[in-house]
């Protein structure tokens, strides 16, 4: 079955400082898509950026970027600039053409 | 961009009684809709999977009949919680895709709601 994993349960980062949230995936598909949503404390859930496994690029979305390192089966997002506002949940999703499958998540806090 | 109404946002309801979950497609035509239920600081945790004009798929572990799912219609699902308790209190999402990849590359999320059981 479809395993997503995300090894760091909270993350602190600096205002104005960069952070890379983990990601690794656990498929035998050839044809998937990688999501990141953010879930701040009010519940919904954000789309932040998306990346198909056939992608030749790392997909980029303003301050929001995926390394993208399909050998290694890791999508970590990368997020430039942290604003207070980025302190949420972050969810890493996998969508193997039935459904998605989540992330355990990771907390990032951005700290004054 | 496709939208997906959720409502209500809260509800608290006495143990015993049904809550009614509603998810509308706003500018879309969901073909399937999932509803996911999320615990304190937990992933998503998919619960069903509804197709119009279809019975719903439930995941394993997950009370068909306790948790009542009909998509009627391209542009409403409902999750009914019958005879709620104390432990079904939690976060329920639904998500929404035409199949053709509009909107957040094909899944729209609801706002969510969260089921208080007293």
């Known amino acids: 079955a479809q395993k997503i994993t995300q090894t760091q349960p909270g993350m602190f980062v600096q205002e104005k400082e960069a952070v890379t949230l983990d990601c690794t995936y656990d498929?035998?598909?050839?044809?998937?898509?990688l999501f990141w949503y953010k879930q701040p404390s009010s519940g919904e859930m954000i789309f932040l950026i998306y990346?198909?496994?056939?992608?030749?690029q790392n997909a980029t979305e303003g301050r929001y970027s995926l390394n993208f390192q399909k050998a290694r089966k890791s999508a970590n997002l990368v997020i430039s600039a942290s604003q207070l506002g980025d302190s949420a949940m972050y969810f890493c999703a996998e969508d193997y053409g039935q459904n998605f499958v989540f992330g355990p998540g990771t907390r990032l806090s951005v700290l004054p | 961009g496709a939208v997906v109404s959720q409502h209500p946002s809260r509800v608290i309801c006495k143990s015993g009684t049904s809550v009614k979950i509603e998810c509308r497609s706003l500018d879309f035509q969901a073909t399937t809709m999932f509803w996911y239920r999320q615990f304190p600081k937990q992933s998503l945790m998919l619960m069903a999977t509804?197709?119009?004009?279809?019975?719903?798929?439930?995941e394993q572990g997950v009370e068909k009949d306790k948790f009542l799912i009909n998509h009627a219609s391209l542009t409403l699902s409902t999750l009914t919680v019958t005879s709620a308790h104390p432990e079904d209190s939690s976060f329920y999402i639904c998500?929404?895709?035409?199949?053709?990849?509009?909107?957040?590359?094909?899944?729209?999320f609801g706002s969510g709601t969260r089921l208080t059981v007293v």
């Open positions: 498929t035998s598909d050839p044809s998937y898509g």
């Open positions: 998500s929404a895709t035409s199949g053709q990849g509009i909107g957040n590359y094909g899944y729209t």
């Open positions: 990346q198909g496994s056939y992608d030749q």
């Open positions: 509804s197709n119009e004009g279809s019975k719903a798929t439930y």
